[in-house]
């Protein structure tokens, strides 16, 4: 983002699964300029999504994938296979999960666990060893669930969420950090139709790849049109096409962007060889390297112009 004239030109409004108190309303709130256009919250990551695509919001934020857990196959199938919205910018947040009941209750007392089935996931250890045979009940969001628990109030119902949600709505902490990995991170995009943001020295791009048939090296025929580059790739994974059983299609991040060269030839190559190819986005890549290393581009760059522009100075008229 440039600043707050972009956000409100670009995406006056941003859709995020909530309600209020969800590890994505925190992701969203965390970056300024996003944070002044409208959020609207909705109860499901789909609707997220599908307002995006109808244009009732200008833009959808939503999870893609969690370090213990992985993909997100909500988000990802919608992209993939529903929809031509465009990644424009991605952010990682550290994410701490509780259980949350009622005041008064104790751990001894749970029987019913809510929550987003990613979230508890995550916490498969907690509760196989300090709540075995409680029963699990998903919800639409970490924070649907603490809403849930905290308005029906029945007793042995606990949830697993957010600090921030048990705040919003009336819980208490019963089990702290109960996820079963520190080191705890979920991945979100903002996405939106059409628009793919220009290139700034630290980028990622995400594409698809669709096969025409499965054969042996298949695979590796993909992969060595990145290598034969030098093109490093932060993620691969294989989704089903659905069009039948052992019928995949390749999803893959590769570092770069699109208006590079080297990686818009490998595109093109790519793009000639398979079923099909497939661009989710090519976007500014988070981090806390980032900032510098766009930085250090823009410096490197100009020092190029600079020294181009000196050299055809000398050329004779």
Known sequence: MTGRAQ???????????????????????????????????????????????????GAGFV???NSIEGTVPATLDHLVFESELLIQAEAVLDVHLHLLAPPGAALSDVREVVSFPHASAQCRRFLGERLPGV?????????????????QVRPG???????????LYGLEPLAEGI???????????LVAPERVPAPTGHDRTSIVCFQHADHPGSLHEILSHFSARSLNL???????????????????????HLADEVVGDCLCELHASLAG??????????????PR?????????????????GLRAGVTP
Do not use: H, M
Request: glycine residues 10%; hydrophobic residues 40%; negative net charge.
């Open 7 to 57: 956000v409100e030109r670009q995406w006056a409004s941003i859709g995020y699964l909530g309600p209020p108190g969800t590890f994505t309303e925190e992701a969203l709130l965390a970056d300024a300029e996003l944070a002044r256009a409208e959020l609207v919250g909705f109860p499901t990551i789909k609707e997220v999504l599908g307002a995006s695509d109808r244009g009732e919001v």
């Open 157 to 167: 119902v606990a949830a697993i969420a957010p600090r921030l949600a048990g705040e």
């Open 234 to 256: 932060t993620k691969i994974e294989s989704r089903p096409t659905k069009q039948g059983l052992g019928d995949y299609c390749f999803v893959i991040d590769l570092e770069g």
């Open 293 to 309: 290393r766009r930085e250090e581009s823009s410096l490197r760059r100009k020092a190029a112009e600079e020294w181009l522009a």
């Open 63 to 65: 999870p893609i994938e």
């Open 277 to 290: 190819l497939k661009l989710l986005g090519s976007y500014p890549a988070a981090g806390g390297e980032g």
């Open 135 to 151: 029963l699990l009940v998903a919800s639409n969001s970490t924070a649907e669930a603490a809403r849930l628990v905290g308005e």
């Open 179 to 189: 996820e079963d990995f520190s080191g705890n991170q979920t991945r979100f995009l």
